[in-house]
């Protein structure tokens, strides 16, 4: 099973909006509504941000929002604030209860 | 509050065997499964496997097939992870995370670093 393909990295301003894309297969993302999206800090455990392609966990700012599109899904910050800097991760439901996650994307927040 | 600390660092020699504990608290253990992922240094994440709490069934990450082992122990609440045969390129923090309906990793352990060195 492939990794899921993430740009390396993300920047923009704060205020901003920025959206990382995750592309996969028609094994995975495509043929799948089971993609989340996770955030992680430096030194610390990963933390879901999106499920479902979509759905946000209660918790999660309204800033955070998912889609997908085909083969590819994606993530999108509105409103970018200093905090948002981290690594995020999708990932995906692989058939035959097997996950695949993508290589992840830095955000820098200028 | 939902819960899963795991337990701590440990340091293998190649060829070794590593078992990592994770222990659920703040919920009904056996309503969930666990999924295990583990980060190599500077690296993304990797998913390992998953396991029923509530059955023990089992499905590990094809590259690990034969090295892996997941169990649990409903008794005490908590899942564990054995690693055999053990290389230098498993040196990673190793994560438990509780697995809710349309795989949703909710809640994550804090970590466990496993070093292999000889």
């Known amino acids: 099973q492939s990794a899921l393909t993430q740009p390396a990295s993300v920047s923009g301003s704060p205020g901003q909006s920025i959206t990382i894309s995750c592309t996969g297969t028609?094994?995975?993302?495509?043929?799948?509504?089971?993609v989340s999206w996770y955030q992680q800090h430096p030194g610390k455990a990963p933390k879901l941000m999106i499920y479902g392609v979509s759905k946000r966990p209660s918790g999660v700012s309204n800033r955070f929002s998912g889609s997908k599109s085909g083969n590819t899904a994606s993530l999108t910050i509105s409103g970018l604030q200093a905090e948002d800097e981290a690594d995020y991760f999708c990932?995906?439901?692989?058939?035959?209860?097997?996950?695949?996650f993508g290589g992840g994307t830095k955000l820098t927040v200028l | 509050q939902v819960q899963l600390v795991q337990s701590g660092a440990e340091v293998k020699k190649p060829g070794a065997s590593v078992k990592v504990s994770c222990k659920a608290s703040g919920y009904t253990f056996t309503s969930d499964g666990i999924s295990w992922v583990r980060q190599a240094p500077g690296q993304g994440l990797e998913w390992m496997g998953w396991i029923s709490a509530y059955n023990g069934n089992t499905n590990y990450a094809q590259k690990l097939q034969g090295r892996v082992t997941m169990t649990t122990d409903t008794s005490t609440s908590t899942a564990y992870m054995e690693l055999k045969s053990l290389r230098s390129d498993d040196t990673a923090v190793y994560y438990c995370?509780?697995?809710?309906?349309?795989?949703?990793?909710?809640?994550w352990g804090q970590g466990t670093t496993v070093t292999v060195s000889s």
């Open positions: 028609n094994s995975d993302v495509g043929s799948y509504n089971l």
């Open positions: 995370a509780r697995d809710l309906p349309q795989w949703r990793m909710d809640v």
């Open positions: 990932c995906s439901y692989a058939g035959s209860v097997t996950l695949v």
